[in-house]
């Protein structure tokens, strides 16, 4: 299939979005321990849609077009209209059985690929991510695309304050351990974007019609630009999952308080009886400190 | 060195073979990334020292760790307190260019360093510094990262053994690198705990010179602008801590929360879901993806105790559990559980907290 066209003129961005299982209906099974995936929704990964919404907003204001670009099964083409419906331009879905079992370098790989695939004709100039997924929390592929592809790498972004298209100069405000860096730097970059640092838009009606209309480009590996499957899905990935499981309960069960019968304030004394006994320095420390 | 003995098993994945690399078979020794950030290391350093410091040991192989920074005073206190906190070895890169954090400089010389000195594991603190330069070093050298470990060991194999929450928290995970070396992990603050200083402990510094100008680099630090501390929540070093989880219904019962918190002088915090609902702000999270909590003290009122949650404050000396449903998971680790109403409870506690202790609660 092929790439969907790009701008001539303004900026050519694309964000990366993932989509994830929502977290809040997940089920562990209680006695295999696997994931009941079976009637659990599927979302855009949050994280993602602070990304996307940015990522438009530099589109709105200095002109350009906005790709969003996933990788997953292709069920993920759900995530991609509801990413279009939300205003994005273009969406591209890269699937291929032989992504499955992709660790952060791998699909780092193969999401880097496809991005050099897609800069082909005209210079991707902005990568956007989310600052991590909530199924992985790993904030690994985002710096893994800026180091294969040398784009100068702005994670955890809470804001941009000024993009100067000629001199292709941008600066960003970044969070770091007890502060905020401002940062200047060049296009082209990756900039992994911060939760809460904006508000994703309402879809326009036109936007909803289009999405559900919308043709997707959808890519298998070679049609993305992978040379080398070895690098992709399992067999490109470093990382071995050896065991899968849920931690057991501790050794010692929990010393239960009984209320039954117990007004609350007697409660309160009981459970602090427990407390003081287990823990019999904390009391005069506690007495100490706040005396 | 001799290879593998043939009456190894396999591993337990296709195609994998178990035997290492001839190339990576000189690689050697266990390495932690200090993290110098304006002229003070994280405290998460020196808990990854503490467990490096296990890891090397079991290993037999010298525990190092790697000072980036400029030429400083700062930076000197940083290498001295990096043998007091158990390492053996120094690798030390001083340059102006790396006084403020930036990706570039930063993975450059961690590298540079790597490929030169080949460690087997290495392991920084899954800070915002930390993860963006994992990703990156990681990246370019080709190999595999385990993110925000809850656990480190060493196989019969000799090979690193990162436990780490999977599928949104809600189960554990244990992650090889078994054909790259080095085998990269980060682990989140307060995961670990903080070993206790040897003052006397010295060791072997090794210089290494960054080959780059500040003209090379791209990205420039303009300002840093530092966060007001008085709004900053101490909950990750916080001595007593008191979260609600979704059990207390609505966002004005968390009152019930802070008004026990400010009784014991303690942080108040909450769990995942508490944060997703938009109740109280990220920073006040508990858990894999928030603060990870140390307390000796710890009271969890109406939370379930999902495996997330779990990981990030089993490092507390005793926990607490006040919870309507017996077959929670959280009365599974807690050391005392009640069953009951959290908002009929943590009222009463923090009214007999008040008489025991003798002392009203602090106005707030």
Redesign the interface.
Same mark, same amino acid.
């Given at each position: 299939m092929d790439a969907p066209e790009t701008p001539t003129d303004g900026l050519n961005i694309v964000v990366c979005i993932k989509q994830v299982p929502d977290s809040a209906q997940i089920r562990v099974h209680p006695v295999t321990n696997t994931i009941m995936r079976q009637g659990v929704p599927t979302i855009i990964n949050p994280y993602d849609l602070f990304a996307l919404e940015e990522a438009m907003r530099l589109r709105d204001q200095y002109g350009g077009q906005v790709t969003v670009l996933c990788m997953g099964p292709p069920m993920a083409e759900d995530a991609l209209r509801r990413a279009l419906g939300l205003g994005a331009d273009k969406a591209v879905l890269i699937t291929d059985r032989r992504f499955a079992g992709s660790d952060t370098l791998a699909t780092s790989f193969a999401l880097a690929t496809a991005l050099t695939r897609l800069g082909a004709d005209h210079p991707v100039d902005i990568v956007f991510t989310g600052k991590q997924t909530i199924d992985g929390d790993t904030a690994q592929v985002g710096p893994g695309i800026a180091s294969r592809l040398e784009l100068n790498q702005l994670t955890y972004v809470s804001a941009i304050d000024t993009l100067d298209q000629g001199k292709g100069e941008i600066v960003v405000r970044r969070r770091a351990e007890g502060g905020v860096q401002v940062l200047k730097s060049k296009l082209p970059c990756l900039i992994t974007m911060l939760e809460g640092s904006n508000e994703i838009r309402r879809g326009s009606v036109a936007d909803m019609l289009r999405a559900a209309r919308a043709e997707l480009t959808v890519w298998s590996a070679e049609e993305a630009g992978v040379e080398d499957v070895m690098m992709c899905g399992l067999r490109g990935s470093p990382t071995v999952v050896k065991r899968v499981f849920a931690p057991s309960a501790r050794d010692e069960q929990a010393e239960m308080v009984t209320v039954e019968g117990k007004q609350p304030a007697q409660i309160g004394d009981a459970i602090i009886d427990l407390i003081f006994a287990a823990q019999p320095k904390l009391e005069a420390d506690l007495s100490a400190a706040l005396n | 060195m001799a290879a593998q003995p043939p009456n190894k098993k396999p591993?337990?994945?296709a195609? =994998?073979k178990k035997e290492l690399p001839e190339k990576f078979r000189s690689y050697k020794h266990v390495w932690v990334f200090v993290e110098l950030?304006?002229g003070k290391v994280?405290p998460v350093s020196w808990e990854l020292m503490g467990e490096g410091r296990k890891l090397a040991d079991k290993l037999g192989v010298d525990l190092a760790g790697v000072v980036l920074g400029p030429k400083s005073d700062e930076t000197r206190q940083a290498i001295k307190e990096t043998y007091h906190y158990g390492a053996d070895v120094c690798y030390i890169c001083e340059d102006p260019a790396l006084a403020?954090?930036?990706?570039?400089p930063y993975?450059r010389a961690l590298t540079d360093l790597v490929n030169t000195h080949q460690p087997e594991i290495m392991l920084l603190g899954a800070?915002?510094?930390g993860?963006?330069l994992?990703?990156?070093v990681?990246?370019?050298l080709?190999?595999?990262?385990?993110? &925000?470990s809850t656990e480190l060991d060493v196989d019969d194999e000799k090979s690193l053994?990162a436990t780490r $929450?999977?599928?949104?928290?809600?189960?554990?995970?244990?992650?090889?690198? *078994?054909?790259?070396r080095p085998q990269m992990a980060t682990v989140r603050p307060r995961v670990m705990a903080m070993p206790e200083p040897d003052r006397s402990r010295s060791g072997r510094m090794v210089w290494h010179s960054l080959k780059m100008d500040e003209a090379d680099i791209?990205?420039?630090? *303009?300002?840093?602008?530092? &966060?007001a501390t008085t709004d900053d929540a101490n909950l990750a070093y916080a001595d007593?801590v008191v979260a609600g989880g979704m059990g207390l219904r609505v966002p004005e019962n968390f009152r019930l929360v802070t008004r026990l918190a400010d009784v014991?002088?303690g942080e108040y915090g909450c769990s995942r $879901?508490v944060v997703?609902k938009g109740w109280l702000p990220?920073d006040r999270q508990i858990g894999?993806?928030g603060n990870t909590i140390r307390p000796? *003290?710890y009271i969890a009122a109406g939370i379930s105790g999902a495996?997330q949650h779990?990981v990030g404050v089993e490092g507390a000396?005793?926990i607490?559990?006040i919870n309507t449903d017996p077959a929670a998971k959280i009365?599974?680790?807690?050391? =005392?559980? %009640? %069953?009951?109403d959290a908002l009929?409870?943590l009222?009463?506690?923090?009214?007999?907290?008040e008489r025991? *202790?003798?002392?009203r609660a602090m106005a707030s």
């Open positions: - | 591993a337990g994945r195609g =994998m950030e304006r994280h403020d954090y930036r990706n570039e993975t800070t915002t510094l993860r963006d994992a990703g990156s990681a990246t370019t080709k190999t595999g990262l385990t993110a &925000d053994a $929450p999977t599928f949104g928290g809600t189960l554990l995970c244990t992650i090889h690198t *078994l054909n790259f791209v990205t420039k630090v *303009l300002e840093y602008v530092a &966060d007593i014991l002088g $879901p997703q990220a894999q993806t000796r *003290l495996i779990r000396d005793l607490v559990a009365f599974e680790f807690a050391h =005392m559980g %009640v %069953v009951a009929t409870v009222p009463a506690l923090a009214d007999a907290f025991r *202790l003798g002392r």
